[in-house]
């Protein structure tokens, strides 16, 4: 069983190597650990930190493409090396190290395949009053968007089988942490999460310039997600009120025709025509959105198909790569143990 802790990366030399640092060594039930930084256009020295430290596998891009273009890209790179379990923690050492053993447990127990570390926000003393609250509000729309119980949705902690980490695909460039929850749920893919620790802050959060900048863009990530799985009943919600306030003031001109008193109603008889075909088009929309959500699951298993295909290939040929070197090994510890 083979694991690999990735850490994206950006401008992160100074604290880096504390974050390496702390990282485990051995875990129960894993035969090998491997570590992988997503360099996403650092302009000081991270990557000659993470190579001096020791990190085996560098992602590089040339200019910053943002944290879910980064995630996305270590997902492939440890795929491609043959990873059967992943870590996601950051550079800036906010997740505590050693919580990575309960972390892949569920994944090693086989009973998830996603597994989020839940952070003790209300304990945690450099966020805000009010970012408290709106960690908890974000993480309550997630779970009502996703269908899950994950209780701290936008914690970057995270274990990801090699099953499942070949299904996950993030299409806005902001952030992962959302998006991939409400994909988790809306695909059945066996989701939980542990409890975990944090480590002292080192530096402030860089995802976000203001709370209001974070609100408005997780709103807009989490809305998206959610039309993507579930465009025809969100395109339902919108057709409601139009169709509803169209058909009362139908009712109501229909009653001034009874009462013999229609002709200085006929704006309203306009009114609920126009109503009704914003109701219509909408339903329309709805329908071609989910004829296009259709498509898009079709899409995404030919992708996972493709990329099993591929990635079981290169993991084929890493285990008989690894197995040769057992062998070479072998074979030079028995002539040197007959020479002795």
Not at 142 to 155: E, G, L, N, Q
Not at 208 to 220: E, R
């Amino acid at each position: 069983m083979k694991l690999i802790i990735q850490i994206p990366c950006y401008n992160e030399s100074e604290t880096l190597e504390v974050a390496l640092d702390d990282l485990p060594k051995q875990l129960d039930g894993i035969d090998e650990i491997e570590y992988l930084i997503i360099n996403d256009g650092s302009k000081d020295n991270t990557v000659e930190v993470a190579k001096k430290w020791g990190v085996h596998h560098v992602v590089n891009f040339p200019q910053n493409k943002g944290l879910a273009k980064g995630f996305m890209a270590g997902l492939d790179e440890c795929l491609r090396q043959g990873a059967d379990i992943i870590v996601n923690t950051d550079a800036d050492n906010q997740y505590c190290a050693d919580d990575i053993q309960p972390l892949i447990q569920p994944i090693l127990d086989g009973y998830a395949e996603y597994v989020i570390g839940a952070r003790p926000i209300d304990d945690t003393e450099h966020f805000s009053f009010i970012k408290k609250k709106l960690q908890h509000f974000g993480s309550w729309v997630v779970r009502k968007a996703s269908d899950t119980d994950i209780p701290d949705a936008p914690s970057g902690f995270r274990a990801i089988s090699r099953e499942a980490a070949m299904r996950i695909n993030v299409v806005n460039n902001y952030t992962y942490t959302l998006e991939t929850i409400v994909q988790a749920g809306r695909e059945k893919l066996a989701i939980t999460s542990v409890p975990i620790r944090t480590n002292e802050e080192l530096r402030p959060s860089r995802l976000f310039k203001s709370i209001w900048g974070y609100v408005k863009k997780s709103i807009v990530t989490i809305l998206r997600a959610y039309m993507m799985y579930k465009p025809l009943k969100c395109f339902t919600f919108l057709t409601i009120p139009p169709a509803l306030i169209g058909l009362a003031y139908i009712i109501r001109f229909l009653i001034f025709v009874v009462q013999g008193s229609a002709s200085g109603h006929v704006q309203s008889l306009i009114l609920a025509c126009t109503l009704l075909i914003i109701a219509f088009l909408t339903g329309t929309m709805g329908l071609l959105a989910d004829m296009i959500s259709g498509n898009r699951k079709i899409l995404a298993d030919t992708q996972y198909h493709v990329k099993k295909t591929e990635y079981d290939a290169l993991y084929k040929q890493i285990k008989e790569r690894e197995e040769k070197e057992k062998e070479l090994r072998a074979k030079e510890n028995g002539k040197y143990n007959k020479a002795v």
